[in-house]
């Protein structure tokens, strides 16, 4: 199958090797012609372009932009392909790409892989980034089943593991164990460096270990992609927020009235059902 | 030299372990019987007993309970005791022991190596546990210094680092960097285990990954140890609270009003200041 994939990065870049060894053509396209060079001095795609129209040629196309570009891509885009032509995004927030893009487009499917590394680029593009990984299409009432499944005949030999759900559950759960860790996590740093004494803060760092590095982790990521998620996910984002702090000042109140108990049903709560997300 | 060891568990028995391989004699004591006959029995200590009258030989004692067995420990130690023998504690808290022990006994030096695994217990002991983990000393005014120069002596051939501090000053590092992870990260979980639908709790949980799993961890660890923190640390890890749930504020305000210039602000400085804990 003739395959494009717009946008030449980590998530791009990684699928185009993957399909491309699954026997598919490849048809890049970057904005920069130097990726597109590397891409095809490294055999990473069969062919790339800095036009779009050079996707008049696939049979699916793979939106692999960051989100803040994807409204504008699929307005240069649409114009462009031919109606059967099937498109796919991997954002990782779906219910505001959903709703750009499939009233515009019927053969859509929005899908998120779930994979990634701390590095970002076609530079660190690698083959089998998505085994084991989830992969979710948020397929809605008006999507063709052959679309959904075109895309899903081309994802699974990646052999990730693909769930199929609505936009809006997506954005729900991708909020509880992604955006809204980045958040809580981040204002742990916040809070830390907000000590006021030299001495305090000094020790601080010098003790901090797994625990803080752990907690602290996410919070201390990519800030662009911080920003991308509170953008697109902001009313769901939100919700876990309030709830969190719900949750964070019944903590503080067990502490301030020494209710050890409460605290520690609490705790033992956590420790039961976190395996439950692992 | 003779040292006892007080609590059997993971911290006095890896105390043990390395002390002893140091050439000193230890002398253990454990409320159970059968442990001490695993101590004798694994070579950890050269003798054990479940009677801390076996502390008349020591120089110096170190003790390993759980904070919450301290203080009714040292009531029945002090009286055993001739004055020059020498006091230390492995407690994760430092005020409220200082407070407990430095009126009673003035060869008292607080210390707190921060060292641990997993698991708890005799069986968890091993050698090289302490090997460039932090090992804090918190000395008062009126702590002799030969005291201090003892324990210095004791603990610098595990090679660990050795800081020095006010307890107060502990307190407050280990607050933010260890307590404060802890329950932001059990909230963490209590709210995502709180969402409503059944399908998007499902789903969160097959889509979690390394970010939720760092996050978590800590606030899915022994239930009782965050209880001690709480209880034997409280104005201080409530402080800590008030100030991260006024970051945590901070971060929602933003969301809320779309300021997503001052989020990145406040996103960048978080990635920027975290290598300073690591």
Not at 23 to 47: F, K, N, P, Y
Not at 90 to 119: D, R
Not at 150 to 156: G, L, M
Request: aromatic share 4%.
């Amino acid at each position: 199958m003739n395959i494009g994939i717009v946008g030449l990065g980590l998530i791009g870049g990684s699928l185009a090797i993957d399909l491309r060894s699954c026997g598919h053509t490849i048809l890049g396209v970057s904005r920069r012609r130097e990726t597109c060079q590397q891409a095809v001095g490294r055999g990473i795609v069969d062919a790339a372009s800095t036009d779009l129209e050079s996707m008049v040629a696939a049979d699916v196309v793979f939106l692999c932009t960051p989100l803040r570009a994807i409204s504008s891509t699929v307005e240069h885009l649409l114009p462009i392909l031919p109606p059967t032509t099937v498109i796919t995004d991997v954002g990782s927030v779906k219910a505001s790409v959903v709703k750009t893009i499939a009233p515009q487009w019927q053969n859509f499917v929005g899908g998120h892989p779930m994979a990634g590394t701390a590095e970002s680029g076609l530079d660190a593009a690698l083959s089998g980034l998505f085994v084991d990984r989830p992969y979710v299409l948020t397929p809605i009432d008006s999507t063709p089943v052959e679309a959904v499944e075109r895309v899903t005949s081309i994802i699974a030999p990646l052999q990730c593991r693909i769930y199929h759900c609505t936009p809006e559950d997506h954005d729900r759960a991708v909020s509880w164990i992604s955006h809204l860790p980045v958040m809580v996590s981040a204002s742990l740093i916040a809070a830390c460096m907000g000590e006021a004494s030299p001495i305090v803060l000094k020790l601080a760092q010098q003790l901090a270990s797994s625990g803080f590095r752990d907690t602290s982790r996410v919070g201390g990521g990519n800030p662009e992609l911080g920003v991308m998620m509170a953008m697109y996910n902001q009313e769901t984002l939100l919700s876990s927020l309030y709830a969190y702090r719900n949750q964070l000042d019944q903590v503080i109140q067990h502490i301030e009235q020494k209710d050890w108990g409460a605290l520690e049903r609490q705790l033992k709560q956590t420790q039961q059902t976190r395996p439950q997300f692992l």
